[in-house]
């Protein structure tokens, strides 16, 4: 019996290549991409103040494309190539063909595909940290913050614990797809960096309103649906594994959102967006680094407990605690993503599956991974102990290590530029830092814009001309601007002229 013709191997399609895994991997990566552009370019641009929707978009939208160039310089060996010492792999570049072609280390598929896998899970953990900087970081500082971070922050805390010659690893952390690198690491270097940067004015703390809130839900939404490949690509294979990760992860979002609009509603009288996109995040965050090795039940459990104890945290404690109050952390990074991330470390401890851990591992030390409540059910109390002290350990590793790297980092950069906006500039917002205003035709200056199919001249501080139409000649003396959007904006018709 002969394989079909698209099945056999050749130069391009290698023996050991899965076209299927490689497939699902390439998805599963642009997935989440999209998560970061246009998902969180969205929600951070319509969930600040208007005069600050550009610059948090554009925070974004350039840490995306600075850590991928970092990434393939140096990043990825650093995070998952040749140990150089047992927290770090040698620097070097993923560009030689002969490098990306061949077999990744994990899975059957291309390095290639595992490097662009990695680099999008670096760029959203910068991104993620930018919304604890929102409204008040210096723009230059943050260029230079976001290469210098990925690069003595990220890559050291990657290697640890993901890759299979690091520390953590051996030790057998269970850290599905990223509660602890990408979620508590980013919580946590983006409150210590919102430390060093300092607040936002006065009274942008006091009133700092939603610009757009319907459109910030869509981009949650692209958050939430992102997070298919985010848990599903985690183990590098299209598999049963895969399957469950996926549905654990919406099935405890979807939990935690429940929990946290009831929390609202009965502590505040009145459920709102903004905490429902809270309590999104904080289920997605919790179940990702359990998301395959844990039953629908946990799941639900886990759900239950993520959108309570950081609403918690986030509502209650945060204002009676000193400390917390005094940071300012616009998106609530801190809670949603170190809170959040550190209990579902702890909680994957609790309720890590052995079987399922087996199948997604797949090494031949597989017993070693089991949760301390399978470790009681089980006679294997002493196993399930020394996981949960893993798994605890870890945690204490991440926020050490990321407060100390991230407070020298902003150090580093605070001597070459400032790291806030000097107060005329945070009074001006987009204006001041780059030159544009996003909504143009909410300001009191006249702007110009055509219309490509009537190219008409209107005034922009009188309309009485809807009602009123005055002479081309008396129009021409005003203050002026080419319209370029439907008529009926303005309620006008082609008949008024």
Known sequence: MEFPPNLLPDEASPEWLNKGDNAWQLMAATVVGLQSIPGLVILYGSLVKKTWAINSAFMAFYAFAAVLLCWVAWGFRMSFGEKMVFFLGKPGAALDQEFLLGKAFLGLFPTATMVFFQGMFAAITLILIAGALLGRMNILAWMLFVPLWVTFSYTVTAFSIWCPEGWLAKLGVIDFSGGYVIHLSAGVAGYTAAYWVGPRCEKERERFPSNNMIVGLAGAGLVWMGWSGFNGGGPFVVGTVASLAVLNTHVCAAASIMVWVLLDTFYFGKPTVFGAIQG??????????????????????????????????????????????????????????????????????????????????????????????????????????????????????????????????????????????????????????????????????????????????????????????????????????????????????????
């Not at 509502?315 to 579902?344: C, E, S």
Request: charged letters at 10%; a neutral charge.
């Open 280 to 497: 999104m995040i904080t289920g997605l965050v919790c179940i990702t680094p359990a998301a395959g090795v844990v039953q629908g039940w946990a799941a639900i459990l886990m759900g239950l407990i993520s959108g309570s104890v950081p609403w918690y945290t986030m509502m209650i404690l945060h204002n009676k605690v000193p400390f917390l109050n005094q940071i300012d952390d616009p998106m609530a990074v801190f809670h949603t993503h170190a809170v959040a991330g550190a209990l579902g470390g702890i909680l994957t401890g609790v309720f890590a599956v052995p079987k399922l851990c087996r199948l997604f591992y797949m090494v031949p030390d597989w017993e070693k991974y089991i949760g301390l409540a399978y470790g009681l059910q089980n006679g294997a109390t002493g196993a399930g102990l020394r996981q949960m002290g893993i798994q605890v350990g870890a945690i204490v590793f991440v926020v050490i290590f990321n407060f100390v790297t991230t407070s020298l980092i902003c150090l580093v950069v605070g001597a070459l530029v400032p790291l806030r906006l000097h107060t005329d500039a945070l009074q001006m917002g987009d204006k001041a830092v780059h030159g544009e205003e996003a909504f143009a035709l909410n300001n009191a200056d006249p702007a110009k814009f055509e219309n490509l199919k009537h190219n008409k001249v209107y005034d922009t501080q009188d309309f009485s001309f809807v009602t009123n139409p005055r002479p081309l000649s008396q129009l021409q003396m005003l203050p002026k601007i080419r319209v370029s959007y439907l008529n009926s904006r303005l309620m006008l018709s082609n008949e008024t002229w």
